[in-house]
T-cell receptor
Framework: AQKITQTQPGMFVQEKEAVTLDCTYD???????LFWYKQPSSGEMIFLIY??????QNATEGRYSLNFQKARKSANLVISASQLGDSAMYFC??????????FGTGTRLTVIP | KAGVTQTPRYLIKTRGQQVTLSCSPI?????VSWYQQTPGQGLQFLFE???????NKGNFPGRFSGRQFSNSRSEMNVSTLELGDSALYLC?????????????????FGSGTQLSVL
């Protein structure tokens, strides 16, 4: 069975600072994908970044980077130079096998001016 | 390129009624999946459709059903509504260029339909 764990219900970060959102996962499938999504108050889930289980390098998309530690089964999201518009819920999710996502419980990030 | 479009945005129903939600995927996307989001249960997978066929199903009662049309648009139906069905229902689409859905297939979500059951 697949499982995603996000242990930080809420996080605060000062504007322009970096922040790390934690995510650990569990699956017996050797082939899987890890995703991070952002959900602002409008409700839409916005895709941020993807990491495949066989990818050798950590994924990077602009100010987002994924700190992938396979042995520890962790896939933390790092947001650099935080902006006020980054305030939102952030979800870690995993796909293994079937084309559906298993989501964590999310972390609410608040950027302080 | 237009994103995933869900209608209606908000819906209020009473217990026992039924409801139909609509989802138009991104042009060219062939896979459509549905998720339910509640404060208590979080995000849960409902079902996925590809080429008008349900390919994958989550653990929801038979009151929840869906279908996909030849143009990839999808609808989901909930019959005999219960108070616990109040949720944000999110639709996602993906290209699915790999047969069976690859693990790197990115899902793109709509803004959701907020359903309130009174």
């Amino acid at each position: 069975a697949q499982k995603i764990t996000q242990t930080q219900p809420g996080m605060f970060v000062q504007e322009k600072e970096a922040v790390t959102l934690d995510c650990t996962y569990d699956t017996s499938d050797p082939s899987y994908g890890l995703f991070w999504y952002k959900q602002p108050s409008s409700g839409e889930m916005i895709f941020l970044i993807y990491q495949g289980s066989y990818d050798q390098q950590n994924a990077t998309e602009g100010r987002y980077s994924l700190n992938f530690q396979k042995a520890r089964k962790s896939a933390n999201l790092v947001i650099s130079a935080s902006q006020l518009g980054d305030s939102a819920m952030y979800f870690c999710a995993m796909k293994a096998g079937a084309n559906n996502l298993f989501f964590g419980t999310g972390t609410r990030l608040t950027v302080i001016p | 390129k237009a994103g995933v479009t869900q209608t209606p945005r908000y819906l209020i129903k009473t217990r026992g009624q039924q409801v139909t939600l609509s989802c138009s995927p991104i042009s060219g996307h062939r896979s459509v999946s549905w998720y339910q989001q509640t404060p208590g249960q979080g995000l849960q997978f409902l079902f996925e459709y590809f080429s008008e066929t349900q390919r994958n199903k989550g653990n929801f009662p038979g009151r929840f059903s869906g279908r996909q049309f030849s143009n990839s648009r999808s609808e989901m139906n909930v019959s005999t509504l219960e108070l616990g069905d109040s949720a944000l229902y999110l639709c996602a689409s993906s290209l699915d260029v790999l047969r069976g859905g690859g693990n790197n297939e990115k899902l793109f979500f709509g803004s959701g339909t907020q359903l309130s059951v009174l």
